[in-house]
């Protein structure tokens, strides 16, 4: 916050050093009642009222100098719809700009404002009249009146600062573009954008856009300057998300809503521009009125985004207000204020607004690469991470293939190979008694099947393979208890898959190691995700949730949660043993 003020009295000090005034000239303005421009200067007099935004404005300005010397007067605004300029002294009326009529005897730069160039010898005095109707947008009337040096240092000066600043600014886009191809990440994608409007915004107001267009295109800048408003507004507002959080989930769902009603109204408007001719000033003044309330709005919605940062403690909320502080402090100070008529604006405040831009991509440049970093640093520990995982999920499925072909050798000795023993060695077994033998037999083999052959999917319904299943499981030592609660045909392979083998695990778990007597589970289905949620519990010893090395089962079942894109939550205690699965999409 220090650097924000130490900065802030730095360029209050460097323009105050700039900006000086010459003794040697008295200059005056008044605001003029209505004139006839075919009769200048006329009998007009100054009033004490101001103009409205769709009013037509007329003005005097008075200029004695006390030294003969070479001047310019330079009106700082460029994108006049309509401006007319006369020159009166003791040689007659001259008129030097009319922009409507694309008439001007002085061709110049637009960038440079309007400059116009007079000489006044000692003790001498000059007239201009001006007439300003801007077609319903607001108008920036101020100019300055300077010596022909001072012009061409002032403007020696603009260059040199755009040019650098242009340069920095192009530079860092490009970098950012390279590391969003690079990283693939949202947020250098809005970085990007929000640059780039912010770029075009400038340049509009700069005049360089409207050297680019013909007369009769004029008007089209103040469209171009507004989207430029409004795309830097929204993109900002996401990148800010963007950088603090990495994601839009912690952000209220009504900010989205009033950016998204905003944007909507804004293109609307935006839209009106072929329409604007027939009733020019009205639309135009709404269009202005409601670009000011817009971005207020979204400057707004900024604090929202940054404080919701700051409750949350992430690293870049706390810098992220600082720039956002340090931005509007500027614009408060220079532009604002100015306006409002605190005081005069300064004749580099345009200048200053490259400057203070380019500060602002710097600075989120900065911010942009500690989050990247951060973000490079999580993915390779999570990296890590999954490749201890896949190791450890590897051993353990070893491990879980030498214990099922145990426990089949097991069976096919125990009970397969020792009922067949017991017919071929007994001689005193009659018919019945072999056949009982076999009947266990083949009972046995039949269960081993049942565990390691999948049931035929595309053939029977899911409700229907479920019930089954429970069925096989269910004793006189374990009911199990089944709402299925999804009224839509499952038709998902790996679905029906995953799902049947997770219940499987978790009815296997329950009779080997939890004692559990009863079982319940549950499927429900949210209609409008189209998402299916199984909700299990039983009434056993429960298991330590926490114990690093948990068995096969647990660890199949999260392999199969994870195969599903879905979620699973463990709860198990004394009382007994409590899993939800949500968010498994049916159609994947």
């Not at 020696?156 to 590391?179: A, C, N, Q, W």
């Not at 009733?279 to 900024?302: E, R």
Request: net charge negative; proline share 2%; with cysteine.
């Amino acid at each position: 916050m220090r650097i924000i003020f130490t900065n802030i009295l730095l360029l209050l000090f460097a323009v105050n050093t700039y900006s000086q005034t010459d003794t040697n000239l008295i200059v005056s303005q008044c605001t003029l009642s209505e004139f006839d421009i075919q009769n200048i200067p006329g009998d007009s007099e100054c009033i004490s009222e101001n103009y409205d935004f769709l009013d037509a404005q007329f003005y005097k300005i008075s200029i004695h100098s006390t030294i003969a010397e070479n001047y310019v007067l330079r009106f700082n605004y460029i994108l006049f719809e309509d401006f007319k300029l006369w020159k009166v002294d003791r040689k007659g009326t001259t008129l030097l700009v009319d922009i409507e009529n694309n008439s001007n005897p002085t061709e110049y730069d637009r960038s440079l404002g309007i400059p116009v160039s007079f000489r006044l010898n000692g003790r001498e005095k000059v007239d201009f009249y001006y007439r300003i109707d801007n077609k319903g947008f607001p108008v920036d009337k101020l100019f300055w009146v300077m010596t022909e040096k001072e012009f061409k240092k002032e403007i020696d000066y603009e260059e040199s600062i755009k040019l650098t600043t242009r340069t920095i600014v192009i530079s860092l886009l490009f970098i950012g573009v390279i590391l969003g191809l690079i990283i693939k990440e949202k947020l250098f994608l809005f970085y990007t954008l929000s640059s780039v409007s912010a770029f075009l915004f400038f340049e509009t107001e700069s005049g360089v856009i409207t050297n680019l267009l013909s007369h009769e295109y004029f008007g089209f800048t103040k469209y171009l300057l507004i989207f430029g408003s409004y795309s830097y507004s929204v993109f900002t507002f996401y990148f800010y998300i963007y950088l603090i959080f990495n994601n839009t989930k912690k952000i209220p769902k009504w900010a989205f809503k009033i950016v998204n009603l905003a944007t909507v109204i804004g293109i609307i408007g935006l839209l009106m521009y072929p329409f604007a001719s027939y009733y020019p000033n009205i639309v135009n003044f709404f269009l202005a009125q409601f670009a000011t309330v817009f971005t207020l709005i979204i400057f707004c919605l900024y604090l929202v985004v940054i404080i919701t940062g700051i409750r949350e403690k992430e690293k870049l909320a706390i810098p992220t207000l600082a720039i956002f502080l340090f931005t509007t402090l500027f614009i408060v100070i220079f532009s604002v204020m100015p306006n409002m008529g605190v005081y005069e604006k300064l004749n580099i405040t345009r200048t200053l607004y490259f400057i203070i831009f380019t500060i602002d991509i710097i600075y989120y440049l900065l911010l942009i690469l500690k989050k990247t970093s951060s973000i490079i640093q999580e993915r390779n520990e999570l990296q890590i991470q999954n490749q201890l995982i896949q190791q450890k999920y590897s051993l353990a499925v070893i491990k879980g293939q030498e214990d099922e072909r145990n426990r089949i050798g097991r069976e096919l000795h125990d009970h397969v190979g020792g009922n067949l023993a017991l017919i071929n060695k007994s001689k005193d077994l009659d018919t019945d008694n072999v056949k009982e033998i076999l009947k266990h037999t083949i009972k046995s083999v039949r269960s081993l099947s049942h565990g390691l052959v999948s049931p035929e999917y595309d053939k029977e319904d899911f409700e229907d393979i479920l019930l089954d299943l429970c069925a096989k499981y269910k004793s006189a030592y374990l009911n199990i208890h089944v709402n299925y609660g999804i009224e839509i045909p499952i038709k998902s392979q790996m679905v029906k898959n995953h799902s049947y083998r997770i219940i499987q695990e978790l009815f296997s778990n329950a009779i080997k190691h939890s004692k559990a007597t009863d079982i319940f589970i549950d499927f429900m289905l949210d209609e409008k995700s189209q998402m299916m949620s199984i909700f299990y519990e039983d009434n056993g010893i429960g298991f330590n949730t926490y114990d690093a090395n948990e068995g096969i089962g647990l660890k199949n079942i999260r392999f199969r949660v994870n195969a599903l894109n879905a979620k699973v939550a463990i709860t198990s205690e004394s009382a007994g043993t409590f899993i939800t699965i949500t968010d498994i999409y049916l159609y994947q």
